[in-house]
DNA sequence: GAGGTCGCTAAGCGCTCGCTCACCCTTGCC
DNA sequence: GGCAAGGGTGAGCGAGCGCTTAGCGACCTC
């Protein structure tokens, strides 16, 4: 279940879900044409050409072109909500487990680009069921960082005047680096990921900030 | 040239240099468009119909639907870049000139969020010369932002030991305003704009971070 | 080796897309 | 009034879209 493959290159590849392999071939095509091109971009001859297909095999596998969406996203959204759970519910201080949160989303952002891009940017291509499921989780993963947040502040080690406002930045934050982030750029999804949790420490004024590198 | 008309809900309106009346009603209706659906997933008849006018009306104004797009993005990425600029050359500190950035760069995201959507999120769909042009202008607002930051580096004012990937995440946290921000949200683009500044002065340590309320 | 099933392809249907073209109505100038 | 010019329309072209269907070959079962 939990056992997700890694790369050399570090971009974590949950799709061994997936189960008959030709429909995993399709999976990735799609989210590989998605990220370049954009849902609406893209058709279907781009994506069963990209796994070595005809046109028609799409369909064997997947209802429709947005079930494939819909299938990304999903799968995308509980990898990232799983990150996130697994960093929240950790051990240390609020301050060591908001900056692990922080630093493996960022990774994960950065890492996977091409799969945070379809999920975090072709929500309103869904239709309005799917959509609302998405955004179901999307809720469960603003709950788990404003938890971190809220318990840091009782604790004393934040200082947070508007916790709901900072949890939203610090998500954004953390999201927008799949829009940026260049794979051939001098950073790597590490270096990224440590400076956003000393960035996000410093937001909500952890008394240790910048002492951890 | 740079008297910008306003309306009561605080959106700027800089389309009043697009000449032909009708020219500007259609471009104003493909912003809509664009900014709703996303530029591959609206039809030019849809543009058209915005505007009530028919089809055909489109192409004695724009040559194609790209075209609408480059004007679009061109004059939004000129109004942000003004925005940063009027900020980065005020008179006060680092610390004020970069509040004052920060805060009306992420009220014009928030308050005209259907323009900056366009111009921030569009830039792929557009053809290799028109995006090439776009992209000099995004590295003029990355110079702008990184400019205050090294003044106040130097004025002893900020304590940053990265300044080109704090740059980054400034601009970043500011953009992505564009993707989550809700008109009917419990928020004012001002709320936003002052919670945003203060938290961009923790994130470079300026001493009276919070003290600005 | 006959028959059923499964994964896949070639061909193409119906539709909508971006865009064009022949023509019209209004306006301003003589 | 004649008439050129320019903004606008209705109809429609060629292309490409998402998706369907008839059929084919490889494989399993008996």
Redesign the pocket.
């Known amino acids: 279940m939990s056992t997700a493959e890694e790369t050399a290159g570090g971009e974590v590849q949950p799709w061994a879900e997936v189960t ?4 995993r071939r399709l999976l990735l095509a799609a989210v590989e044409a998605f990220a370049e091109r954009g849902y609406h971009a ?5 994506i ?1 050409g990209r796994a ?10 997947y ?4 079930e494939l969406l819909h299938r990304i996203s999903r799968i995308g959204h509980e990898k990232a909500l799983d990150i996130l759970r697994t960093a929240a519910r950790g051990e240390g201080s609020p301050t060591e487990r908001l900056a692990d949160a922080v630093s493996s989303f960022v990774r994960w952002h950065a890492g996977g680009r091409t799969t945070a891009r379809v999920v975090q940017y072709e929500l309103d291509s869904l239709g309005p069921e799917a959509r609302a499921e998405i955004v179901g989780l999307r809720k469960q993963v603003n709950a788990e960082v404003r938890g971190i947040i809220e318990d840091g502040v009782r604790t004393g080690e934040f200082d947070v005047p508007d916790v709901h406002g900072t949890t939203l930045a610090v998500l954004s934050l953390c999201i927008d680096v799949a829009r940026w982030f260049n794979v051939n750029g001098p950073r790597t999804p590490e270096e990224i990921g440590d400076l956003y949790a000393d960035l996000v420490l410093r937001m909500v004024g952890a008394k240790d900030a910048g002492s951890r590198s």
Chains 1, 2 share one sequence.
């Not at 008959?20 to 429909?23: I, L, S, T, V």
């Not at 893209?42 to 781009?46: I, K, N, P, S, Y």
């Open positions: 008959p392999d030709a429909a893209t058709t279907t001859r781009d069963a070595g297909m005809s046109p028609a095999a799409l369909y064997i596998h209802k429709t072109k947005e």
